[in-house]
């Protein structure tokens, strides 16, 4: 029986979408890790997949399905906000009007490829895991937390390093940068695993539930429960 009211269920929704809000905000900036070139997105993105999995761990598909519209949802309102900020005329005395665009400026390009990557990695994710949570009878949470991702994330740095630069650069270059980042994204979450663990074991206790998905319609576009 799916239950209506959570304790924590908010909570867990208000982080993840915190966590991609300000992933897409600081992907601007390029770092340097190790001589690993990637955006800066990378030292909070992946918590988002992170409490994905956690979505369908414990409370199950459909409500991670929910909490991806969304997070789809308010990253678009604040990509709204931050573009008719940059399109409403500087005071006279503001000097900082190239700076905002520059670097909260987005191009159409890879603005679609941002979400496009993020509806495709994150509902792969969320299927990956429940699916796998059948198939080990709850058993082994690692491997739906690791497998999830290596699928999720490995859809997500294809579909935008491909939207986004294809055609700017050699294909070699392109497939680097999509290994390269599926490749930080998913050893920094096999990190995060006792965390995981941690956080979901306290929610299920908290919460009273360890949903399976026997029975669940995965239609990524279906919004009820």
Request: proline share 3%; charged share 15%; glycine share 8%.
């Amino acid at each position: 029986m799916r239950r209506s009211e959570y304790r924590y269920l908010n909570l867990v929704t208000a982080v993840f979408v915190t966590c991609l809000i300000t992933a897409n905000i600081i992907a601007v900036k390029i770092i340097d890790v190790g001589g690993i070139i990637v955006p800066a997105a990378v030292i909070i993105f992946p918590i988002s997949y992170i409490f994905g999995d956690i979505l369908t761990e414990v409370y199950g598909y459909s409500r991670s399905r929910q909490v991806i519209w969304i997070g789809f949802g308010c990253n678009a309102l604040a990509v709204l906000a931050i573009a008719i900020g940059g399109w409403l005329p500087p005071a006279r005395f503001w000097e900082a009007q190239d700076a905002y665009m520059r670097i909260l400026g987005y191009s159409p390009r890879l603005l679609g490829a941002s979400f496009a990557a993020y509806l495709v990695g994150e509902f792969l994710n969320s299927f990956v895991l429940a699916k796998m949570k059948i198939a080990t009878r709850g058993r082994w949470l690692w491997t739906r937390t690791i497998g999830s991702t290596l699928v999720g994330e490995g859809a997500d740095s294809l579909v935008f390093i491909t939207l986004a630069f294809i055609g700017t650069m050699a294909a070699g270059q392109l497939l680097r940068m999509v290994v390269t980042q599926w490749l930080f994204k998913c050893a920094y979450e096999a990190l995060a695993t006792p965390l995981t663990y941690a956080v979901v074991r306290a929610l299920k206790r908290a919460e009273r539930e360890d949903y399976y998905d026997y029975e669940t319609d995965f239609n990524p576009f279906r919004m009820g429960t």
